[in-house]
């Protein structure tokens, strides 16, 4: 055994010298996120307004479906990025040196938006913010994957105190943004995202050092000479077809959720088959690939619903609530912070569930099952609702919603990255935690693509319809999750 590897055994398994019973490395990895998270939700949570909101009014002027769609793609892209990010890690650089490039290009992103006028700036930034984030939650999720046992029942505890990191982010980004927003406009909003990245980077150096493992710091499956020139010309092939297809108007800011909802079940498919079929991995880590199928399609639905916070309900808290408390209307992008202090006040409660449950907690199919019931319900909600004109909407029934969508969230997200790292291959170690991410890609910009069939006119169908979908698959979920804990061999 190394002298690493002794060490994080030691860091691993000693009280005293803990971060809540657990390696410090936790705490490095949940800060970096926190401060990732703020300078992404602070952004995402002006983003549908500053492209539909007037020139006049600081905004770029186009319509609200371009905005719906452009919003729901770049989130897409953000996750499906997570690809990238773990192929990175798995044949470049390791987890822990993508975590910290990512941060780099994320902080840059922010930048581009916060400096560069107009669509120029726009497209620039929210490329790097969603190629730099993509690759930072996947690899951020391996590196704290490494930290932990395979049988340790602390990892979702883990994972939902990394959760928790992550949404005081969430929370605190939205409002402080929104303030700049009101104070000086959209782009001081955006210079504030990039300062909190900085800051994240200082933290993460100086905690570097409890992060790193012998598993993070290196790629599990490094690239031949050969292999990198190959890749190097499908990279350049890539961004060249991206390019024409712009050019030649194929790809348009009114169609981009739908190229990238394609575009991440091709590259979903494709990854299945890659890792599934791989000669490196035995016949049980095989079967546990295989057991994700069901899960990565409850997921994506799950996901569909939960990220029209930033299309559908970002445009409904707009047109729809009243925003007036005390005489005072707020923002409408403050509602975005309702989500995440949901999930400070309650992570930490089912971290502890989970724990105190051990071996007794209900198993991840049923826990993906009740979270995509609990979000179909959510819709619910908004049901007796409509019809309503302006300002008709109050304030306590979007916070009902979010707060549904708070539980539903804590049984599928957290829960969904722990499980991506046990059901791993050795040999694509960062790549299967993309596959989650995945799922999260093709919800958020199927989010964009199903925000185009909202009108007011609509949303007693629309509403009932996606709310009913989500119901039903995790039906579905629980009904099966013997068949599919059979498929995950040992894995609960």
Not at 16 to 35: D, Y
Not at 221 to 241: D, T
Not at 264 to 286: C, D, H, W, Y
Not at 313 to 327: C, E, H, S, V
Request: glycine residues 10%; aromatic residues 12%; hydrophobic residues 50%.
């Amino acid at each position: 055994m190394s002298r690493l590897q002794t060490t994080n055994k030691q860091q691993t398994s000693t009280p005293s010298r803990s971060f809540f019973g657990h390696p410090w490395g936790l705490a490095n990895l949940a800060g970096v996120e926190m401060w990732e998270r703020f300078s992404f939700y602070g952004m995402q949570g002006l983003l549908a307004y500053y492209i539909y909101y007037s020139v006049a009014e600081g905004g770029l002027g186009m319509p609200q479906t371009v905005a719906t769609s452009i919003v729901g793609a770049y989130g897409g892209l953000v996750y499906l990025s997570s690809v990238l990010g773990g192929w990175v890690a798995d044949r470049l650089l390791g987890s822990e040196k993508t975590v910290l490039t990512s941060a780099t290009v994320v902080m840059l992103g922010h930048l581009a938006l916060a400096l560069l006028p107009g669509g120029f700036g726009l497209g620039v930034g929210l490329v790097c913010v969603a190629v730099g984030s993509g690759s930072l939650k996947t690899t951020t999720s391996a590196t704290l994957g490494d930290l932990y046992d395979l049988q340790d029942n602390r990892r979702d505890a883990a994972f939902s105190i990394y959760y928790m990191g992550v949404n005081i982010g969430g929370l605190i980004g939205p409002l402080l943004t929104s303030a700049v927003w009101g104070w000086k406009g959209f782009h001081w909003g955006f210079g504030l995202a990039a300062v909190v990245m900085f800051i994240g980077l200082v933290q993460y150096w100086l905690m570097r050092h409890h992060t790193i493992t012998e598993s993070s710091r290196k790629p599990m499956n490094p690239l031949s000479r050969h292999e990198a020139v190959r890749w190097s010309l499908i990279g350049v092939a890539a961004v060249v077809v991206i390019v024409l297809a712009v050019l030649l108007g194929i790809l348009t800011a009114e169609n981009l959720s739908d190229v990238v909802v394609i575009l991440t079940i091709i590259a979903a498919v494709a990854l299945f088959i890659v890792i599934g079929a791989s000669k490196q991995i035995t016949p049980t880590e095989r079967s546990r690939v295989i057991s994700f199928i069901p899960l990565f399609i409850g997921s994506a639905v799950f996901w569909s619903l939960f990220q029209q916070q930033f299309t559908v309900l970002a445009i409904y808290a707009d047109q729809r609530l009243d925003r007036t408390i005390f005489g005072m209307e707020l923002r409408p992008s403050v509602v975005q912070s309702i989500n995440p202090a949901f999930i400070i006040i309650f992570a930490a409660v089912f971290a502890a569930m989970w724990t105190k449950l051990g071996n007794r907690q209900p198993v991840t199919p049923t826990k993906f099952g009740i979270g995509a019931i609990v979000m179909g319900l959510a819709f619910f909600v908004f049901i007796p609702l409509a019809g309503g004109g302006p300002n008709s909407v109050p304030l306590a029934a979007i916070v009902l919603v979010y707060f549904l969508f708070t539980m539903a969230e804590l049984c599928v997200s957290p829960v969904g990255q722990s499980l991506a790292t046990k059901l791993a291959p050795q040999a694509f170690h960062s790549q299967m935690v993309a596959l989650f991410f995945l799922s999260v890609a093709l919800g958020t910009a199927a989010s964009g693509s199903l925000a185009g069939f909202y009108s007011t006119d609509t949303e007693v169908p629309y509403f009932l319809t996606i709310g009913g979908i989500s119901v039903v698959v995790g039906i579905l979920l629980i009904a099966f999750r013997k068949s599919i804990l059979k498929l995950m061999a040992g894995v609960r």
